[in-house]
């Protein structure tokens, strides 16, 4: 692309400014550089390092190669971790995207008390996780919860032991998460609907169309940036799930709701073998560097998002 007048100008003025002028953006992002420097990079560095070795956490760290990925490859354990993350993956884009359009539609057309709801809606979301898990521990507790006050008044369906049971656990786990999520994409998808211009509506209802095609043709369209977005990063999200399956089911039982995150806390801090864990760590970082690299690809190909 050549340069324009007003580029050159521009580049001219500012090799013009003394050093000092130039280096004072610098200076006030010393802190915040320096910060992630210590913070996040330093870390980074070393989880590297430490993935190729063999470590307890205490003492010095032996280098071994590429042994902690060579056993992560015949790790059944591992295998079924990342199993439970495809299957969060799936649950999460599907079920909380459409209860949060459908949601959010309905939402788009009433006139009076729509921030009430938007407030009822968003309102799990901003409760700590612990308090959420504790909350739906009680309500399904096996001896006091809704279950076993069911079944005594002849309702025995829902007297479960969701978070004990191998086939239930993970989704009992997705049903808890869900629940505090979706009111979250509810106000996301209401937002980017206000945005829609009213006269594709009724240019649509002039053709003849109906509610269904009206969301079809006109919402899902006029939301896609946002809705991509949210889809991307679920993805993200979805392969760092750590929280509710720590606090409700710590993985177990048998590995049933096990994920990646929950594989690497226990590997490192329970068999103290941190340079397996960073291996698998490292893992994790990999796939989410992929719906990452998905995003910016996407950009790149002119997508709003």
Known sequence: MAATPATIARTTSYK???????????????????LNLVVIITPSLLSVRYAF?????????????????????????????????????LIFLTVPVMMGLLG??????????????????????????VVNAYIWKLILNPVFGIGPWLAERGIPWLDVRFFARTDTSLYAVAFVDNWHFWGFLVVLYLAAMHAVDPELYEAARIEGANRWHEFWHVTLPGIRPTLVFTL?????????????????????PAHSSEVLATLTYSTAFYSLRVGYATAIALTMSFFSAIFVGMFVLLRRLGWEI
């Open 16 to 34: 013009k400014r003394p050093i000092g002028r130039r280096l004072r953006p610098w200076l006030f992002l010393a802190p915040l550089l320096l």
């Open 104 to 129: 959010a539609y309905l939402l788009s057309s009433i006139r009076r008390g729509q921030m009430l709801f938007r407030t009822l809606y968003f309102i799990p979301y901003v409760i700590a996780s």
């Open 232 to 252: 991307l990063m679920i993805m993200i999200w979805s392969f760092l799930v750590f929280d509710y399956i720590y606090l409700l089911t710590g993985g177990g």
């Open 53 to 89: 070795t063999e470590w307890t956490g205490i003492g010095p760290a032996r280098y071994i190669g590429l042994a902690n990925f060579q056993e992560m490859l015949t790790d059944s354990v591992f295998y079924r971790a990342l199993w439970n993350n495809v299957r969060w993956t």
